[in-house]
């Protein structure tokens, strides 16, 4: 993970650095961005973020298939090593934009859940396949329906890897609020950050609260079953890792 701070602007970018495993998370990367989360916290010279991935294929593809979490015996004790990854999750309400250029999909989405709003440039695109590799789409899929209606949701959500959501399509539907020409996502969005930046941070930060509160009570309600929906509905970590080294290659963009 790397972070560059002018503070000139007061702008941050923090960009997810493996774009040989298409910028996907493990356990080192999700404690190095809940790190960088709560010290922007007190970092007065930060006043907004702008979070993306480093090269042309991902934004973020989700946990790291090679990462190993131990998980607890019992279905009422689960550990997400994704739960804490996002600004919201470490009590940050400074504004955070989200610049996604490739593909974004699986854990990318507890990112972009607790984003502001996404640019995107017109390579990406977004899906989530958990229920093709028998995993259920529960924390992803709570992100995702405070952004999107829920038809757009479910059908992400089901339609697991053989269908991806374009850029412009994700615009149409209300999870992308830009879409740039490739290459582009990441410059507009800290243009996007400087002119928040440059406001009273008193004002925009209580306006990132406001606006978090006006879903929080649904999306803190739906949180509460996922890790148990999780338990219940995922396959054996051995038939997941078969049914991912046998999945298929074909998928449709729409």
């Given at each position: 993970?790397?972070?560059?701070?002018?503070?000139?602007?007061?702008?941050?970018?923090?960009?997810?650095?493996?774009?040989?495993?298409?910028?996907?998370?493990?356990?080192?990367?999700?404690?190095?961005?809940?790190?960088?989360?709560?010290?922007?916290?007190?970092?007065?010279?930060?006043?907004?973020?702008?979070?993306?991935?480093?090269?042309?294929?991902?934004?973020?593809?989700?946990?790291?298939?090679?990462?190993?979490?131990?998980?607890?015996?019992?279905?009422?004790?689960?550990?997400?090593?994704?739960?804490?990854?996002?600004?919201?999750?470490?009590?940050?309400?400074?504004?955070?934009?989200?610049?996604?250029?490739?593909?974004?999909?699986?854990?990318?989405?507890?990112?972009?859940?607790?984003?502001?709003?996404?640019?995107?440039?017109?390579?990406?695109?977004?899906?989530?396949?958990?229920?093709?590799?028998?995993?259920?789409?529960?924390?992803?899929?709570?992100?995702?329906?405070?952004?999107?209606?829920?038809?757009?949701?479910?059908?992400?959500?089901?339609?697991?890897?053989?269908?991806?959501?374009?850029?412009?399509?994700?615009?149409?539907?209300?999870?992308?609020?830009?879409?740039?020409?490739?290459?582009?996502?990441?410059?507009?969005?800290?243009?996007?950050?400087?002119?928040?930046?440059?406001?009273?941070?008193?004002?925009?930060?209580?306006?990132?609260?406001?606006?978090?509160?006006?879903?929080?009570?649904?999306?803190?309600?739906?949180?509460?079953?996922?890790?148990?929906?999780?338990?219940?509905?995922?396959?054996?970590?051995?038939?997941?890792a078969e049914l991912f080294s046998t999945?298929?290659?074909?998928?449709?963009t729409r």
């Amino acid at each position: 993970m790397r972070t560059t701070v002018d503070k000139d602007t007061g702008v941050a970018v923090l960009t997810l650095d493996r774009p040989e495993r298409l910028n996907a998370i493990d356990l080192t990367t999700a404690n190095e961005l809940s790190a960088a989360w709560r010290e922007f916290r007190y970092d007065d010279t930060v006043r907004a973020v702008v979070v993306t991935g480093a090269g042309e294929r991902a934004f973020c593809t989700g946990l790291d298939r090679n990462a190993e979490v131990p998980q607890p015996s019992s279905p009422y004790m689960v550990d997400d090593p994704l739960i804490a990854i996002g600004p919201k999750a470490n009590d940050l309400w400074k504004p955070v934009v989200a610049a996604v250029g490739g593909m974004a999909c699986g854990g990318a989405f507890y990112l972009i859940g607790e984003a502001e709003f996404v640019v995107a440039d017109e390579t990406a695109t977004f899906f989530d396949p958990h229920t093709t590799y028998g995993m259920v789409s529960a924390y992803e899929s709570i992100h995702l329906a405070q952004r999107m209606p829920y038809g757009e949701v479910a059908r992400m959500a089901l339609m697991g890897t053989a269908e991806r959501m374009s850029a412009r399509r994700a615009y149409e539907v209300g999870l992308v609020s830009e879409v740039t020409p490739p290459g582009e996502a990441l410059a507009a969005a800290v243009r996007c950050a400087r002119v928040i930046a440059s406001y009273p941070p008193e004002a925009v930060q209580g306006t990132v609260r406001a606006c978090w509160a006006a879903q929080e009570a649904t999306r803190t309600q739906a949180l509460a079953h996922a890790a148990h929906l999780v338990t219940l509905g995922n396959l054996p970590t051995e038939r997941q890792a078969e049914l991912f080294s046998t999945r298929r290659t074909e998928f449709r963009t729409r």
